[in-house]
C-alpha cells in the first residue's frame, strides 16, 4: 500500500498537476515574436499577420491526452475567430526523442487527419515554450497585436465534455480583448500533461 501514494503522485505530475511558477510571461508582459516551422513546411510568425486583431498561441501536441479531447474545440475557436481577426498557432513544444509519437512526420499526419484550420508548429530545440513559461499540452496564451499578454492558461472549465462547459475563459478573453477591455479572469490554471523533454546527460 505504501506505493499507491507514490503512484497517485506520479500520474498527478504527469497529468493534471498544478501549474508551476515559471520564468515565463504574465498578463502585461510583452512576448517575443517567433518564427517556427509548420506542418505544411513553411515557416510563420506573428508579424506575418499586418493586419491581426490579436494572436491565440497555444502549445500543444499530438499525445497528450487533454490535448487530444480539446482538438476539436481549437480547431472550432480557429475558425470562429479568423474572420474577427484573430490568428490561432499552435505550437508542439515536446522533444520528439522524449516523446516519439510527436515527431515532424506524425504531426503531419495528425494536421491532415483532424482538417487542423491553423499552423501547427513545432518548437524545434526547445527554445520557445520556456520563454512563454508554458508548463502544460494544452496551454493557452492570448496577445493582443502589440503582443502584449492578456490572457494565460485553459480553454474552457472541462477538459472531459465540451458540452458540459460552464466558463468558456479563453472565448471570454477574446470577447474582452475585442471589446477593449481587460479579461477577468487574466490567468487560469492549464490543465494538461506535461511538456516532454529529453533527460539531461
Known amino acids: ?23 515565463g510571461y504574465q498578463p502585461g508582459d510583452k512576448a517575443t515574436d517567433f518564427k517556427l516551422k509548420s506542418v505544411d513546411g513553411k515557416m510563420y ?11 491565440i498561441v497555444v502549445f500543444t ?31 508542439n513544444p515536446n522533444d520528439p526523442e522524449a516523446q516519439p509519437a ?3 512526420e506524425l504531426m503531419q ?7 487542423f484550420f491553423f499552423p501547427y508548429l513545432v518548437d524545434e530545440g ?4 520556456p520563454q512563454y513559461g508554458a508548463t502544460k499540452t494544452p496551454h493557452v496564451f492570448l496577445l493582443d497585436k502589440n503582443l502584449i499578454v492578456k490572457y494565460i492558461g485553459s ?11 460552464k466558463e ?17 479572469p487574466a490567468t487560469t490554471k492549464a490543465i494538461g500533461c506535461s511538456i516532454k523533454t529529453k533527460k539531461k546527460a
Do not use: H, W
Not at 480553454?155 to 462547459?165: K, L, P, Q
Open 168 to 184: 468558456k475563459y479563453l472565448e471570454n478573453a477574446i470577447r474582452a480583448l475585442d471589446n477593449g477591455t481587460e479579461p477577468s
Open 126 to 129: 526547445q527554445k520557445i515554450y
Open 155 to 165: 480553454i474552457d472549465d472541462n477538459s472531459d465534455d465540451a458540452s458540459a462547459v
Open 109 to 115: 499526419e495528425k494536421a491532415k487527419v483532424k482538417g
Open 102 to 104: 510527436d515527431t515532424f
Open 45 to 55: 510568425s506573428m508579424a506575418d499577420y499586418k493586419d491581426a486583431k490579436g494572436f
Open 1 to 23: 500500500m505504501k506505493f499507491l501514494p507514490l503512484l497517485i503522485l506520479f500520474f498527478s505530475s504527469l497529468f493534471l498537476g498544478e501549474t508551476t511558477e515559471s520564468n
Open 61 to 91: 501536441c499530438n499525445t497528450c491526452p487533454f490535448a487530444i479531447k480539446y482538438e476539436d474545440r481549437i480547431n472550432a475557436i480557429a475558425k470562429k475567430y479568423k474572420s474577427k481577426g484573430y490568428v490561432l498557432l499552435a505550437i
